[in-house]
């Protein structure tokens, strides 16, 4: 995963389409307004200690602000997007080091330089995807002009990869290895978070359930293989069909739910039908046959009696109503049309 900041070129893109990739990254690794974690804290107290400097900061910068994932030496958790030294780091792409902010004209008449903290040395460093784009900044911040040398920026570079890495691998362990969905602990957390903002913003919530059918037989007839070949085309058939901020999780098993955000009961609907028309279609072989696939869909929508997405997952409409398994002497298990199910939308 390390990646050399200290040289890294920038994107040869638009600012336009930098910036939507850039929030686009950002928006995938859902860090945004989650609490403050052990990992990141570690990282601003080595800053401190390794720096000796009273300020020091793992943040993200959306569109209009710097969010401090980790923080020592400040109090405010965020500040305006416009007023931060950070929004040059991101710009640069490449560590920034301003030895006197009262001798840089960028920042000499920064509110943060004028007034409190009344910051005078500042070095950044971008937090970097793995695909190049800069989500935030690592940051040591002082209270008197000091040199920042050669040795000092790389590992200031290095406890921003550490940050990265972090990230990185906190959102390959939420992700289920075979279908490319969430895992059921981060569906289950993103959605909970998903939910607050919904409540606080009082915008449409939807969450659709699906089960695959027969998917037992699936396995016994084929082999386990074909089930996990099943599993992902499935998901891969589905994606086709979601937003960037739809959450699409595999509960366990064959069973997946998403949660749709800014989505009413005609749109959750909507959705569900293309879902269900995209998995009949979904050609899945096995030498020289081919595996029909149907599921079972519940649905439902978010109202002021669910208090969390574990009572929002055990709401009767969401319960798919899956058909017979078929016995091994059934002649052709597969050719039951797809039906929704029993409630087939509700309150939640």
């Known amino acids: 995963m390390h990646r050399n900041l200290v040289d890294a070129p920038p994107l040869a893109m638009d600012e336009d389409s930098i910036e939507a990739g850039r929030l686009g990254a950002l928006e995938r690794f859902d860090v945004l307004d989650t609490p403050r974690e052990e990992a990141f804290d570690r ?15 793992v943040s993200m910068i959306d569109g209009h602000r710097q969010w401090y994932k980790a923080y020592e030496g400040l109090e405010n958790r965020e500040v305006g997007r416009n007023e931060t030294f950070c929004k040059y780091t991101l710009q640069e792409l490449t560590p920034l080091v301003v030895p006197d902010a009262q001798q840089d004209q960028r920042f000499a008449q920064n509110p943060h330089v004028t007034g409190n903290p009344h910051i005078r040395f500042y070095a950044g460093v971008p937090l970097r995807t793995g695909d190049g784009h800069a989500i935030g900044t690592v940051c040591a911040i002082g209270y008197e002009p000091r040199q920042f040398n ?90 086709q069909h979601l937003r960037g901020s739809d959450l699409f999780g595999r509960l366990g098993g064959e069973e997946f739910a998403l949660l749709l955000p800014h ?61 017979r398994q078929p016995a091994a002497t059934d002649a052709s298990p597969f050719v039951r049309p797809m039906t929704w199910p029993r409630g087939r939308a509700g309150g939640c």
Do not use: W
């Open 43 to 57: 990282i601003t107290r080595l800053i401190r200690n390794i720096f000796d400097l009273p300020i020091a900061v």
């Open 150 to 239: 050669a040795r000092e920026t790389a590992i200031l570079c290095d406890l921003s990869q550490l940050a990265m890495d972090t990230l990185e691998l906190r959102q390959l362990a939420a992700v289920d290895a075979l279908t490319g969905t969430l895992s059921r602990r981060a569906f289950k957390e993103q959605a909970a978070h998903a939910m607050g903002l919904a409540r606080r913003h009082k915008h449409d919530l939807a969450c659709i359930t699906l089960d695959l059918d027969h998917f037992k037989t699936v396995n016994d007839r084929y082999g386990h293989a074909a089930g996990d070949k099943v599993l992902a085309a499935m998901a891969k058939a589905c994606r």
């Open 263 to 323: 989505t009413d009961r005609k749109g959750m609907t909507e959705v569900a039908e293309k879902l269900r028309g995209a998995i009949g279609k979904a050609e899945i072989r096995h030498g020289a046959s081919k595996i029909p696939v149907t599921a079972s869909f519940g649905m439902a929508a978010l109202d002021a009696r669910t208090q969390d997405i574990d009572q929002l997952l055990a709401m009767p409409a969401l319960r798919s109503t899956k058909p």
